[in-house]
């Protein structure tokens, strides 16, 4: 797929990211049901870049750190990481269990989509734990409206997944 070079500075630009973030906090479905339609991976991917570096920056500045550049290096791992892994799990998942087929790039861009939006919030001590509680709530629609998982196979897919991550 070949992107024009217009398409590409405003597919990568920070007025898109911001967009983006505004479009999931203010309608999650109606986004996630747009995500649907395109289903690119290059922003979510991008999203959670810029998510995670903004994660990893404000965390070393609440945490005290002998070594910061080690330290900032691990939050972003952590804050990038964590969503490739829960969306193997999940994936792995909704194909042992639900005998879905369903592209493992959708699954990701949910999970970035997801972690995307909440990172700019967890590193606040008490937040994470509401910013945790929606990331999977909106982890739950994403995989309503973009795979097209019934709501009790959805809510078993994150339960499955956050008890083998737990």
Do not use: D
């Amino acid at each position: 797929m070949e992107l024009s070079h217009a398409h590409s500075k405003q597919f990568f630009g920070p007025r898109t990211y911001a967009a983006r973030m505004a479009r999931i906090v203010s309608a999650p479905r109606m986004f996630f049901r747009e995500y649907a339609e395109t289903g690119h991976l290059f922003l979510p991917v991008f999203a959670l870049v810029l998510s995670g570096g903004f994660y990893a920056c404000t965390s070393l500045l609440v945490h005290a750190c002998p070594q910061p550049m080690a330290a900032l290096m691990i939050f972003f791992i952590n804050a990038a990481g964590m969503p490739v892994l829960a969306a193997g799990m999940g994936y792995a998942v909704s194909r042992m269990i639900l005998r879905r087929r369903i592209g493992f790039g959708r699954f990701f861009g949910i999970y970035a989509w997801a972690a995307a939006v909440v990172l700019p919030l967890a590193w606040v001590p008490y937040l994470v734990l509401f910013a945790e509680v929606w990331r999977w709530w909106l982890i739950g629609a994403g995989l309503m409206i973009v795979c097209g998982l019934r709501r009790w196979q959805a809510f078993l897919v994150v339960v499955l997944t956050l008890g083998a991550m737990i």
